[in-house]
């Protein structure tokens, strides 16, 4: 059976931690989009990691990980991120890398910063990890598949002609020094070293695994809220972050994806520009981010601050419905413990008008929260292992969004460890 975990929000929902506990079960975990840009948070018997590109599943010894063609594969940074779980005594794990993944060019990395700088104040607030960059060449038809590092001849010739255009842009929008197909090719040489263990036809395998009957789970990055076709275009990411989008980004029948785990973050954390309703500011803010995930609401990826808000029932509500949910997993929910009256966002006033449809990009930027006060529970829910003993409050809270997001949650996790689950 094949399940997906993917994110209703702006991304950080926590889905690292739940595809950690759902690889219990699996057999495969595939990562299916997105690339170095993002992190996961994950807390184990191991320690404490943040992956960027390996898929969650990595600390199981009877998983196998899997790289898919949909993702922005940044060769020295998989390996790098492998041997730091090695080195911290994670037993090695099985990776496979698909033949068609695309390879993040180090200039991929370096347009990235170029156009930030040269966007300055109104730039999209990227991490500078190459990733739309890396997009636009893909469906540019300009990139490199993980396959095309093995026919040397071919791709000389193909970098000689990229470079060309590339180095036009390099001097002319940027004024930065131009690219050298010697050295580039060389890099090349370099992550075919790297990668050639792993490289393997990932749809092919992945059907024979779904014949097989195995556990397969394709893990999402960012949410619902960062894609490029229903998010807050343009302050989305590259890729889609739609469960839909796991069967191309993995190469699978989309109707064999059975169960779609939504994350949903019981506040709201973003990063990066954008429309952000339900933001909170000031003091209010400082104490949730500082409270926030598992020592406080900062990227695991750049370390900087995230933009906090009350949960937002409007954008979740979405959120869970362009995944296709069929099941919440409803995270962080031991943070907001230290509350009395919890604000939650239950409405949109556009132009005078209340709506708890989410808007268009425009529509979004003139939204104002209409906030709904639920009492707080003023307790530790950490530990808690039955739906019955949570404070009468908390419950309150979860039957509260589930009712406005009309999905149902049946897991509440309750701390940032592998065992802080609470089914329903
Ligand atoms: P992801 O990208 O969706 O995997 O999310 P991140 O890893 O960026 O952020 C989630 C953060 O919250 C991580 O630090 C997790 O360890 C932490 N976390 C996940 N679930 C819970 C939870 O239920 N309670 C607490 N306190 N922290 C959690």
């Not at 594969?73 to 790098?80: A, D, H, R």
């Amino acid at each position: 059976m094949v399940k997906a975990v993917v994110g209703a929000n702006w991304g950080d929902e926590g889905k690292g931690k739940i595809t950690d506990m759902l690889s219990k079960e699996a057999d495969i975990i595939v990562r299916f989009q997105g690339g170095a840009n993002a992190g996961h948070t994950i807390v184990n018997d191991y320690g404490k990691f943040a992956l960027h590109t390996l898929p969650s599943g990595v600390f199981y010894d009877h998983t196998t990980s899997i790289i898919g063609n949909g993702v922005a594969l940044n060769i020295p940074v998989l390996f790098k991120e492998v041997s730091e779980i090695v080195e911290k005594g994670v037993p090695m794990p099985k990776i496979l890398v698909s033949d068609r993944a695309q390879i993040v060019m180090p200039y991929h990395i370096l347009f990235d910063e170029y156009e930030e700088e040269r966007l300055a104040g109104k730039s999209f607030g990227s991490t500078k990890s190459g990733i739309a960059p890396f997009y636009s060449d893909k469906y540019a038809k300009v990139g490199f598949q993980v396959a095309e590092l093995f026919d040397e001849e071919a791709l000389k010739e193909k970098l000689e002609r990229v470079i060309v255009q590339k180095n036009v842009i390099l001097e002319h929008l940027y004024h930065k020094p131009a690219l050298k197909v010697e050295e580039l090719f060389a890099t090349m040489m370099e992550y075919k070293k790297m990668v050639e263990p792993y490289v393997c036809d990932v749809s092919a395998f992945l059907y024979d695994a779904i014949k097989a009957g195995k556990n397969i789970l394709l893990e999402g990055q960012l949410g619902s809220l960062k894609d490029p076709d229903h998010g807050i275009y343009p302050m989305v990411t590259s890729s889609s972050t739609l469960a839909a989008y796991g069967a191309i980004g993995a190469g699978i029948p989309p109707y064999e994806i059975k169960k779609i785990v939504t994350v949903v973050k019981a506040y709201s954390s973003a990063v990066g520009a954008g429309a952000f309703v339900s933001e909170i500011f000031g003091e209010e803010a400082d104490e949730l981010r500082r409270r926030g995930g598992d020592g406080g609401e900062y990227g695991a990826t750049t370390g900087r601050p995230r933009r906090m808000g009350w949960f937002d029932c409007v954008a979740s509500k979405y959120g869970c419905r362009i995944q296709g949910t069929t099941d919440v997993a409803f995270t962080v929910l031991d943070v907001l413990g230290y509350l009395d009256e919890i604000p939650v966002c239950v409405g949109y006033e556009i132009d005078g008008e209340v709506t708890t449809d989410f808007p268009t990009t425009a529509k979004l930027e003139k939204a104002k929260p209409v906030l709904e006060v639920l009492p707080g529970w003023k307790e530790d829910i950490r530990g808690i292992k039955n739906y019955n003993d949570l404070p009468e409050n908390c419950r309150k809270y979860i039957e509260f969004v589930e009712k406005q997001i009309g999905f149902p949650i049946t897991m509440v996790s309750n701390g940032p460890g592998r065992n802080d689950i609470i089914y329903r």
